[in-house]
């Protein structure tokens, strides 16, 4: 199998250092594509870069794509410490401001577009356009059987299976569970392709630490619904409460079939955000990154280009 950071990225896969939310040096595993404003390309929780490989080509045509892996996902570091609550939304500022000068498109799909959310808040200055797609702004319970199992376990144990290796001696079925659970969030799961679970599975695989900082993440997420739905202070409600302080354009997208977060609550996020605009991509699932990436493309350039941002990239480029 060829490497596909080196398929994609002119450079390939490239490293960044930056100081994480706990005060500690961890290496961010990025790839950039193409040439002028800075677009960000941010994943979901217990995903990778990867999820994106149908949306760098495209969007480099008019943008300098950026993807890279959160800490302790995919081909970053996987630092074994207590994580702060935060934890991701401090990073994703540290890497933004590392990699580019200027304000940046932001797209960001599940998780990393509630990230992005705060982000936008925290950080104004940061984002010149957001994208956000199927964001899990108005939770209930973690959407996945498989999440809530994580969630619950003690980490110290995950972490002790974690170190056997257990998923690299187990590989095919790893892979044969990634293949389900991959197919039951897209709206055709016949897309779906024997390198894709390759390269999906790769770091549960391949990197000790990968199911130990997901898992901390979900006990992280699992704990901020619990307090939200308790009415207990908790960065969601933090974000949901002040969205109207989001001072960028934002496009929301959701797809018409996610099973995990209903389309409803696009449009409740639409009245939130006062620069907003929603659209709802038909025949596709919560995975719209792969399951309905050109509808995505399309969308993000529409938005930018209404949004008068391509014009401008495109005249600073000639």
């Given at each position: 199998?060829?490497?596909?950071?080196?398929?994609?990225?002119?450079?390939g896969?490239?490293?960044?250092t930056i100081?994480?939310?706990?005060?500690h040096?961890?290496?961010?595993?990025?790839?950039?594509?193409?040439?002028?404003?800075?677009?960000?390309?941010?994943?979901?929780?217990?995903?990778?870069?990867?999820?994106?490989?149908h949306?760098?080509?495209p969007?480099s045509?008019?943008?300098?794509?950026?993807c890279?892996?959160?800490k302790?996902?995919?081909?970053s570091?996987?630092?074994?410490?207590?994580?702060?609550?935060?934890h991701?939304l401090?990073e994703?500022e540290?890497?933004i401001?590392?990699?580019?000068?200027?304000p940046a498109?932001?797209?960001?799909?599940?998780?990393?577009?509630?990230?992005?959310?705060?982000v936008?808040?925290?950080?104004?200055?940061?984002?010149?356009?957001l994208?956000?797609v199927?964001?899990?702004?108005?939770?209930?319970?973690?959407?996945?059987?498989?999440?809530?199992?994580?969630?619950?376990?003690?980490?110290?144990?995950?972490?002790?299976?974690?170190?056997?290796?257990?998923?690299?001696?187990?590989?095919?079925l790893?892979?044969?569970?990634?293949?389900?659970?991959?197919?039951?969030?897209?709206?055709?799961?016949s897309?779906?392709?024997?390198?894709?679970?390759?390269?999906?599975s790769?770091?549960?695989?391949?990197f000790?630490?990968t199911?130990?900082?997901?898992?901390?993440?979900?006990?992280?997420?699992?704990?901020e619904?619990?307090r939200l739905?308790?009415?207990?202070?908790?960065?969601?409600?933090?974000?949901?409460n002040?969205?109207?302080?989001?001072?960028?354009?934002?496009?929301?997208?959701?797809?018409?079939?996610?099973?995990?977060?209903?389309?409803?609550?696009?449009?409740?996020?639409?009245?939130?955000?006062?620069?907003?605009?929603?659209?709802?991509?038909?025949?596709?699932?919560?995975?719209a990154?792969?399951?309905?990436?050109k509808?995505?493309?399309?969308?993000?350039?529409?938005?930018?280009?209404?949004t008068?941002?391509?014009?401008?990239?495109?005249?600073?480029?000639?």
């Amino acid at each position: 199998m060829q490497d596909w950071w080196k398929e994609t990225f002119p450079k390939g896969r490239q490293t960044l250092t930056i100081i994480d939310a706990n005060g500690h040096p961890v290496s961010i595993a990025y790839g950039e594509k193409g040439t002028g404003k800075p677009l960000f390309l941010i994943h979901g929780i217990g995903s990778w870069s990867y999820n994106w490989r149908h949306s760098v080509e495209p969007l480099s045509k008019h943008f300098r794509v950026i993807c890279f892996d959160a800490k302790g996902y995919g081909f970053s570091d996987k630092p074994l410490r207590p994580e702060r609550h935060d934890h991701q939304l401090i990073e994703l500022e540290r890497i933004i401001s590392a990699l580019c000068d200027e304000p940046a498109v932001v797209v960001a799909e599940s998780l990393g577009a509630l990230i992005s959310l705060g982000v936008a808040l925290a950080y104004p200055k940061l984002l010149a356009r957001l994208v956000v797609v199927n964001v899990p702004i108005f939770p209930e319970q973690l959407p996945h059987w498989g999440m809530l199992m994580l969630s619950q376990m003690p980490l110290d144990a995950i972490q002790a299976i974690d170190n056997t290796r257990f998923t690299y001696w187990f590989a095919p079925l790893v892979r044969e569970i990634m293949r389900t659970e991959r197919r039951s969030v897209l709206f055709d799961p016949s897309i779906l392709t024997d390198e894709d679970i390759y390269w999906i599975s790769y770091p549960f695989i391949e990197f000790p630490g990968t199911v130990t900082k997901v898992a901390e993440d979900l006990q992280i997420a699992a704990s901020e619904i619990e307090r939200l739905q308790a009415k207990k202070p908790n960065l969601i409600a933090k974000i949901q409460n002040h969205l109207s302080g989001i001072k960028c354009p934002t496009l929301i997208l959701w797809g018409e079939q996610d099973s995990w977060y209903p389309p409803s609550d696009g449009e409740k996020l639409l009245k939130l955000i006062p620069k907003s605009q929603l659209k709802i991509i038909p025949n596709c699932g919560h995975d719209a990154s792969a399951g309905g990436s050109k509808a995505v493309n399309a969308a993000v350039l529409d938005f930018l280009q209404d949004t008068n941002f391509i014009t401008a990239a495109v005249n600073e480029q000639l």
